[in-house]
């Protein structure tokens, strides 16, 4: 060991003082090409260790190990904002004793200031660091671009380990994270790779059902009257969501409309709205592509956030409270406008609210697109297995065999009226979708709760039981 920096995982994790039943911390924006939770976990596993708790900002495919690590007992407790299926089959099926808990990207950092989460070693990557822990991830062979995830952890942990694979001569610059929060840095070969930042969800839909989708999705923004100068938006990662976007940037063209500012979860499509001058600023919370990486490391008007800056609700100001409009997915959505993006119609945990909660209430209008049904499966249903976002959030429903207005909203649903939109009354949707698929049978659990579902204050919203094998 030379000031911080330490020849190994297992010498930092021997320094930090890592006991059974602890607390140890991961972030996700290399996503789906992640290595360093799984190089964490194994050698932890290697050297022993038992009861270890994880938090994570989010659970994904590379993230697969802790299915293993669960079922032996060296995880017994997980804390983050979204899973995926290689993991929460793991915890459908009950393998982890206590529940895990579910957040959303704005409460995680109020959790973690607060103490309710509380981390005891935070390993943080980064894609490029100096000796003294100074860390950004723009820069080296595995860069992934905003660390806005990774803030809270570096701030609040008691112990923090960064991770790299590219030690540059002290100091680095620029710095998204300085040294003064790090109290370790390990020089590991890989970090990850990059390519696994974009994963399938962020690519437009070339399918046609999804384009018609998505224009009328477009089409209810601008009858809605918030695309303007000065309009603020952002879009979740879907197929669906991304192509509304491409709608919306032909209308901003014609119209020549320059919005204020794109929030993310940045993707290539987002930055080319910027780069085509239709909007000022870009603020960034997480790339979800290497050109959105590029953006950030070039563009002075690409503006890294932490996550708190992001969405924390408990704050005065967050940059999603000053949302004109967001457009959202769902797995499935009910008359009463609640939305699950946490399980499958099987019950089983494949994914979670994200942003997706914080953004919703956030913003002036909130539009869920979606297909009628999938896989002869309805999605307009008369209750949700599980709630994620609350019906109290959500403005509108956009289908492609009609559009459904929030009863609440009925300014809005009478603009999208006169704009000819083909609004009806969801229960018609849900209808609809019983008659091409017949009614679904409700999904059967078992009494045991396996996840708790928390909305963006932090608040239980729902519970998760374990689903019958």
Same mark, same amino acid.
């Given at each position: ?5 330490v ?9 930090c ?16 090409g ?10 932890i ?18 993230h697969g ?6 079922k032996?007992k060296?995880?017994?407790?997980l ?18 004793e206590?529940?895990?808990i579910?957040?959303t ?6 959790a973690?200031e607060?103490?309710?989460? =509380?981390?005891d070693? *935070?390993?943080? %990557? !980064?894609? $490029?660091?100096?000796?003294? #822990?100074?860390m950004n991830?723009?820069?080296?062979q595995?860069?992934?671009g ?6 809270a952890?570096a701030?609040?942990a008691k112990k923090?380990?960064c ?7 002290y ?8 040294e003064i929060?790090?109290d370790?840095v390990v ?5 990850g790779d990059?390519?696994?930042?974009a994963?399938?969800?962020t690519?437009v839909?070339q399918?046609?059902? =999804?384009?018609m989708i *998505?224009?009328? %999705? !477009?089409? $209810?923004?601008?009858?809605s #009257?918030?695309?303007k100068?000065g ?14 976007t ?14 204020s500012?794109?929030?993310g ?5 987002l930055?080319?709205?910027h780069?085509?001058?239709?909007f000022?600023?870009i ?10 990486v590029?953006s950030l490391?070039k563009?002075?008007n690409?503006?890294e ?10 704050r005065?100001?967050?940059v999603?409270k ?10 499935e ?6 939305v699950n ?8 945990i ?16 909130t539009i869920?697109v979606t ?6 499966t309805?999605?307009v249903?008369?209750?949700?297995t ?12 956009v ?5 459904a207005?929030?009863?609440?909203r ?13 609004v ?14 017949g009614?679904?049978e409700p999904?059967?659990f078992?009494?045991?709760?396996v996840?708790?579902?928390k ?5 239980p919203?729902?519970?998760i039981?374990?689903v019958?094998?």
């Amino acid at each position: 060991m030379r000031g911080k920096l330490v020849q190994s995982l297992q010498e930092v994790i021997k320094l930090c003082g890592l006991r059974d039943g602890m607390t140890v911390s991961f972030h996700h924006h290399l996503r789906d090409g992640d290595h360093v939770l799984p190089m964490v976990m194994s050698a932890i596993e290697r050297m022993g260790f038992k009861d270890i708790k994880v938090s994570a900002s989010s659970i994904h495919n590379s993230h697969g190990c802790l299915a293993d690590l669960i079922k032996k007992k060296v995880v017994t407790g997980l804390d983050t904002n979204f899973v995926h299926s290689c993991v929460g089959e793991t915890l459908s099926k009950g393998h982890m004793e206590e529940p895990a808990i579910v957040r959303t990207h704005g409460n995680r950092p109020h959790a973690l200031e607060t103490g309710e989460i =509380g981390i005891d070693i *935070a390993f943080v %990557a !980064a894609s $490029a660091a100096d000796e003294a #822990g100074n860390m950004n991830g723009i820069d080296g062979q595995s860069s992934f671009g905003s660390m806005g995830l990774a803030y809270a952890d570096a701030w609040y942990a008691k112990k923090v380990v960064c991770v790299t694979d590219y030690l540059v001569s002290y100091p680095l610059t620029p710095v998204s994270i300085p040294e003064i929060y790090v109290d370790y840095v390990v020089k590991v070969d890989c970090i990850g790779d990059p390519k696994g930042i974009a994963s399938g969800i962020t690519k437009v839909t070339q399918d046609a059902l =999804g384009l018609m989708i *998505a224009k009328t %999705a !477009a089409d $209810a923004v601008i009858a809605s #009257g918030y695309l303007k100068d000065g309009f603020a938006f952002q879009t979740g990662g879907g197929r669906i969501s991304l192509a509304a976007t491409q709608f919306l940037k032909a209308e901003m063209l014609k119209k020549k409309i320059v919005g204020s500012f794109i929030l993310g979860g940045l993707n290539s499509l987002l930055v080319d709205l910027h780069e085509s001058g239709l909007f000022e600023t870009i603020m960034d919370c997480q790339c979800l592509d290497l050109k959105a990486v590029e953006s950030l490391k070039k563009n002075p008007n690409h503006q890294e956030i932490s996550a708190a800056w992001y969405a924390d609700h408990h704050r005065p100001s967050c940059v999603c409270k000053r949302l004109d409009a967001v457009i959202l997915g769902a797995t499935e959505i009910d008359t009463d406008f609640n939305v699950n993006v946490h399980t499958d119609s099987n019950g089983i945990i494949m994914g979670g609210s994200g942003g997706h909660s914080d953004i919703a209430n956030g913003a002036k209008l909130t539009i869920v697109v979606t297909p009628l049904v999938r896989a002869r499966t309805p999605i307009v249903v008369d209750r949700v297995t599980t709630k994620t976002t609350p019906g109290s959030d959500v403005d509108v429903l956009v289908t492609q065999r009609g559009v459904a207005v929030n009863p609440a909203r009925g300014d809005l649903a009478q603009k999208l009226k006169d704009a000819g939109l083909p609004v009806k009354d969801i229960g018609q949707l849900r209808d609809l979708a019983q008659k091409i698929c017949g009614q679904r049978e409700p999904t059967k659990f078992k009494d045991k709760v396996v996840a708790i579902v928390k909305d963006r204050l932090g608040l239980p919203i729902d519970q998760i039981r374990q689903v019958y094998d």
